[in-house]
């Protein structure tokens, strides 16, 4: 039977091995508050994407929600909504930040607090600034930086998407678009010949016959497949913490990113 959407019971079970985990408790509540944060938004899908770490305990649990993505011009267009929570039970909207605050929040190194109220500050020198004239002997002060404030919301958000670039992969042919070009489960999907291979995933946002994880950076991707217990595990080597299994008898899959969202700075010197 063809899989219709990620399943968290056998999503958790297939990557708990691989550091995918989160609480007993946040499972249980989980199992309630996002069918009902799916109505409350008015979608027809709401998973759990992942877990980002912070400093003071107080992790956050993103939800991820959406219709049917759609196949325009070459290109899937997927629209997501994110959600987060601290104890999964209560979801918060977490708003779209646009280019600039995202340009401003990827200068960002730290990890995330915890404390939604934080805000960051960046310096950056004022493009308005009028020239200070030197004059021969004279003492010269510099012009006041632009102080920037980045809310960790915005951080958050910004690091979400940062992650889904790089990752958010499905099996090949798994999904296709209708007659309406809206992207859908792929009756017909039977399975991938070689579940070890990089050839055999690509990025959801990918056209249905287009670049493969092989096309990604060398050296971006692990892959590991149990033939006895047919499972495919695949971890972003960018993004540690992203991790993604395919079975291959029950032709279900899942992925979860559980992380500091920090990118792996050191991949370079791992080539």
Not at 27 to 54: F, N, Y
Not at 139 to 160: D, N
Request: proline content about 6%.
């Amino acid at each position: 039977m063809v899989q219709l959407e990620p399943n968290l019971t056998l999503t958790l079970k297939h990557l708990s091995g691989s550091g995918a985990t989160i609480s007993a408790e946040q499972q249980a509540a989980l199992d309630h508050s996002l069918p009902i944060k799916r109505i409350e938004a008015g979608l027809k899908t709401v998973v759990l994407w992942g877990k980002i770490l912070a400093t003071n305990g107080k992790d956050y649990l993103v939800a991820e929600g959406y219709n049917s993505a759609l196949y325009k011009d070459g290109k899937v267009l997927f629209e997501a909504k994110y959600f987060f929570s601290q104890d999964g039970v209560k979801w918060l909207d977490l708003v779209a930040v646009n280019a600039e605050t995202a340009s401003k929040a990827e200068k960002i190194k730290s990890l995330l607090t915890g404390d939604t109220s934080k805000i960051y500050e960046l310096e950056e020198a004022d493009p308005n600034a009028a020239p200070t004239p030197v004059e021969e002997g004279a003492e010269v002060e510099a012009p006041k930086p632009l102080i920037i404030q980045v809310p960790e919301l915005a951080l958050l958000r910004q690091r979400i998407d940062s992650i889904n670039a790089s990752t958010g992969i499905v099996p090949v042919h798994a999904l296709l678009p209708d007659a309406h070009n809206r992207v859908v489960p792929n009756l017909l999907f039977n399975g991938i010949a070689y579940p070890d291979k990089l050839e055999s995933f690509m990025h959801r946002t990918t056209s249905p016959d287009g670049d493969t994880l092989a096309q990604d950076l060398r050296g971006s991707w692990s892959v590991q497949y149990d033939p006895f217990k047919q499972i495919v595990i695949c971890r972003s080597l960018v993004w540690i913490g992203y991790t993604f299994y395919y079975h291959a008898h029950d032709l279900t899959w899942g992925a979860l990113y559980c992380g500091d969202g920090v990118p792996n700075y050191d991949l370079i010197f791992m080539l």
